[in-house]
């Protein structure tokens, strides 16, 4: 390992067989992840390496608010095929701001412990609000342009064939995802006002031909809470890094709802996404047979399960259920539904 002047950088090790290799994007898989989840996390990486990585060979950055152990750094650093680089998440984003009444958060938390999942929790909330506005600003990120974000537990049922990072790039795609969903709207309580009160102010960061019609029933009025699950993301930074997402971002911090209520990363990924971007830049990776539990996205159609030797079955994908956005985004993308969509939807 070479030293590092940079403290939020663990270890980076270097591999200079690894900077030989050309015809590759930008790109690396990221994971926010604890040192207790490495039991998850080894099933998680050998399977991404296995379907998928082994192929490309790009890089794993392990992001912790607390430093990885050396069991965890030695652990990863095997399973990867390209350089596994582990960093801590600066303090100052993971904590509460200064801006953010204390009391009044630690109310909320508490009013919200029995109807909200993580509800009673801070460290979820600076979680989310890492995954909103910070992760891509992290020293090891700096280098990169694209990124996967991979979480403990999840598992791809499918072989990945091709660069699904030169994929982004070749089609501009900025944004791609596998499960979309509703969220409950107690935790996004005040979120669609804000998003409001942005866009009024800023009307020249809306995409001409967005997804508005996706995420909301009424022209914007009112939010329908369908969001992307985003512990699946294939995603290009340069869109959180944008002007137009930052100040989203800042916007929404400065109202403090990360904490008074409990948004999550996706709804905000999701809101920026779908308003900021020309819809042609969203993809759906129907191709990639997905589980976070307790929800799994496979594709229907055989000769997609084929190709991708696929170790799913149709029947379990959440795509048609009721609780799905898929039907909606598809329709609004103007792609037609697969053939007996009906037939999953129970
Ligand atoms: P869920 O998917 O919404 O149920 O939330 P998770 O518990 O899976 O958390 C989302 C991601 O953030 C996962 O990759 C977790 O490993 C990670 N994560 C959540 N809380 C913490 C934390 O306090 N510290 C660290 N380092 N990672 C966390
Ligand atoms: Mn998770």
Redesign the pocket.
């Known amino acids: 390992p070479g030293s590092n002047p940079d403290p939020n950088i663990q270890i980076a090790f270097d591999y200079p067989a690894l900077r030989q290799q050309t015809e590759r994007a930008n790109a690396t898989l990221v ?4 040192n207790k ?1 490495l039991k998850q996390m080894v099933r998680t990486v050998k399977n991404y390496e296995d379907r998928f990585n082994h192929k490309f060979r790009y890089d794993w950055v392990f ?4 430093p990885f152990d050396d069991d965890f750094i030695e652990t990863m650093t095997n399973l990867v095929s390209g350089k596994a680089k582990f960093g801590l ?1 600066p303090k100052e984003h993971w904590s509460v701001p200064s801006w953010v009444d204390k009391e009044k958060a630690d109310k909320a938390r508490k009013a919200m412990a029995e109807q909200v999942i ?1 509800g009673d929790s801070e ?2 909330r ?2 989310c609000r890492f ?1 909103s506005g910070f992760f891509f600003h992290h020293p090891l990120m700096q280098e990169y342009r694209y990124y996967w974000r991979v ?3 999840t598992a791809i049922h499918c072989d990945v064939n091709y660069d699904i990072f030169q994929f982004m790039q070749t089609n501009n795609k900025t944004y791609g995802f596998t499960i979309t969903l509703l969220e409950n709207p107690l935790t996004v309580a005040s979120l669609w006002q804000e998003t409001k009160a942005y866009t009024k102010a800023h009307p020249e960061v809306l995409a001409k031909d967005n997804l508005l019609n996706w995420l909301s029933y009424d022209k914007g009025e009112n939010y329908n809470m369908c969001h992307f699950w985003s ?1 699946f993301e294939v995603a290009d930074m340069d869109f959180w890094r944008s002007e137009a997402y930052q100040k989203y971002f800042d916007h929404l911090d400065k109202s403090g709802g990360f904490f008074y209520e409990r948004w999550g990363d996706a709804p905000v990924h999701s809101i920026a996404a779908a308003l900021f971007l020309p819809k042609s830049e969203v993809h759906f990776f129907n191709d990639i047979g997905y589980t ?1 539990p307790p929800f799994t996205h496979c594709p229907i159609d055989g000769d997609t399960r084929k190709e991708g030797k696929c170790s799913c079955l149709a029947e379990e994908t959440f795509d048609w259920k009721p609780c799905s956005c898929l039907g909606r985004y598809l329709d609004v993308q103007r792609i037609k539904r697969p053939h007996d969509w009906e037939n999953y939807s129970d």
């Open positions: 994971s926010l992840v604890r989840e992001l912790n608010d607390e998440v993580y460290s979820y600076h979680m995954n979480e403990p537990e512990n976070h």
